[in-house]
């Protein structure tokens, strides 16, 4: 087996990490799903790299206890997540279901890590992408896209206590 651990892609590395992790190898299978991420991010799935860091950053803050351990796995995260958010909002169609499941996880992060400054950053950020997104669904008449655009961003803008932005919002929804 370990003759030829350099030919298997991410999928298989991913599962061997898991098999290993199950069989009570935590090191090893850690080991295994750093490789995965690593090969993910190589192939450019950084969906799947970013949820493997990820994965590993809270593996290693639950079993150390030490966010200093987790940090770079979480960062590294979080970072992936940004750039799929970048993606997202770039495509025609944008995916919200999507796009709140990449946000969450970056501010879930900034917020594991007790990160203050980040968190406040990327939920103000948020919260312009989604009024914005609101705005364009709102101008084309796509009244149930506009409302689940303007519901997040008064999530985010009551994260960042932006009291006049979230009054703004609930009054474009009421």
């Not at 987790?70 to 799929?84: E, G, H, M, Q, T």
């Not at 007790?114 to 919260?127: G, H, Q, S, W």
């Amino acid at each position: 087996m370990a003759a030829n651990m350099g030919l298997e892609g991410p999928e298989e590395l991913e599962q061997l990490a898991f098999k290993r992790i199950n069989e009570g190898k935590i090191k090893e299978g850690l080991k295994f799903v750093l490789r995965a991420a690593k090969g993910y991010e190589e192939e450019g799935k950084k969906g799947d790299a970013a949820r493997l860091y990820k994965y590993l950053g809270y593996i290693l803050l639950e079993r150390t206890k030490l966010i200093e351990k987790s940090r770079p796995f979480l960062l590294k995260s979080a970072y992936l997540y940004i750039d799929l958010i970048e993606k997202e909002i770039t495509r025609p169609g944008v995916n919200l279901d999507t796009l709140d499941d990449y946000c969450s996880n970056v501010l879930e992060v900034f917020l594991t890590l007790n990160d203050e400054r980040n968190l406040m950053k990327y939920a103000e950020e948020f919260a312009a992408i989604y009024e914005d997104l609101g705005n364009s669904y709102r101008d084309n008449d796509d009244i149930t896209m506009a409302i689940r655009a303007y519901e997040s961003a008064y999530r985010y803008y009551k994260i960042i206590d932006s009291i006049e932005s979230y009054k703004r919002i609930a009054e474009i929804l009421i």
